[in-house]
């Protein structure tokens, strides 16, 4: 006579059936996974080329230890993104609007006929590269050293001060004023340039190795892995650092 298989067995050896099958499903999917270049990691699919693009990024520099980059870190800090901005550039004004300042890595896609023009150093060399630049309305006294010439035809807009890499400068040449003065000229209140999102005092925004804060009247801008930079109040003064 045939042995009878209690219904007991026959849940058990159901279950350990439906065991072994799902390990033969996990073991097939895990050898197809290696065999197309991916690998598990912390229950997310990460391909080999993945690890590999990781591996050969740069890293961010560390931060220089000097009294300027520690104050621009010390404000809350706010997204490039949240002031309009992207990966590559953001345009934001100082609340009282007297100030527009521009950080990207191609400060030399600045122009005359925008909101930050493109500045150059002492030597008349025109920025480029990555770099923060920063515009006021009123033209301001420039230091001894610091002065460039201009073209026939063009004058010095000493309202413009940036830093980029490997140098720094004030003046912009240009034929006619620039936007922030003109527009600080046709509007008694108000004017175009309140429409640029805001940085608010005691906030910081990073784009790359470049930082920017408004510190009561004045924009702080600085080189984060080398602490080069400037200062800029409209129609007051404007200072490099370090000297």
């Given at each position: 006579m045939p042995t009878r298989v209690s219904p007991v067995r026959r849940l058990v050896n159901a279950v350990i059936g439906l065991i072994l099958l799902a390990?033969?499903?996990?073991?097939?999917f895990q050898i197809y996974r290696v065999a197309t270049g991916q690998t598990a990691v912390y229950g997310r699919a990460e391909s080999v080329s993945d690890k590999v693009e990781e591996?050969?990024?740069?890293?961010?520099?560390?931060?220089?230890?000097?009294a300027e980059v520690r104050s621009i870190l010390a404000t809350q800090p706010v997204?490039?993104?949240?002031?309009?901005?992207?990966a590559h550039r953001v345009t934001f004004r100082?609340?009282?609007?007297?100030?527009?300042?521009?950080?990207?890595?191609?400060?030399?896609?600045?122009?005359?006929?925008g909101w930050v023009p493109r500045p150059a150093n002492a030597s008349g060399q025109e920025a480029t590269g990555a770099g923060a630049v920063c515009v006021g309305i009123a033209n301001l006294a420039v230091h001894r050293g610091d002065a460039h010439a201009c073209a026939a035809g063009q004058s010095l807009r000493s309202s413009v001060v940036g830093v980029w890499n490997d140098s720094r400068g004030i003046g912009a040449c240009s034929t006619d004023a620039?936007?922030?003065?003109?527009?600080?000229?046709?509007?008694a209140e108000g004017g175009d340039r309140f429409q640029i999102p805001e940085?608010?005092?005691?906030?910081?925004?990073?784009?790359?190795?470049?930082g920017c804060t408004m510190t009561g009247s004045q924009a702080v801008c600085?080189?984060?892995?080398?602490?080069?930079?400037?200062?800029?109040?409209d129609n007051v003064d404007y200072g490099f650092f370090p000297n």
């Open positions: 390990v033969l499903i996990a073991l097939c591996q050969i990024r740069p890293q961010a520099a560390p931060h220089a230890d000097t997204a490039a993104t949240e002031l309009g901005g992207d100082s609340p009282s609007g007297q100030l527009v300042c521009t950080i990207a890595d191609d400060v030399s896609a600045l122009d005359a006929t620039t936007r922030m003065f003109a527009d600080a000229r046709d509007h940085l608010g005092f005691g906030m910081h925004v990073e784009l790359g190795d470049y600085a080189q984060l892995s080398t602490g080069r930079g400037f200062s800029l109040e």
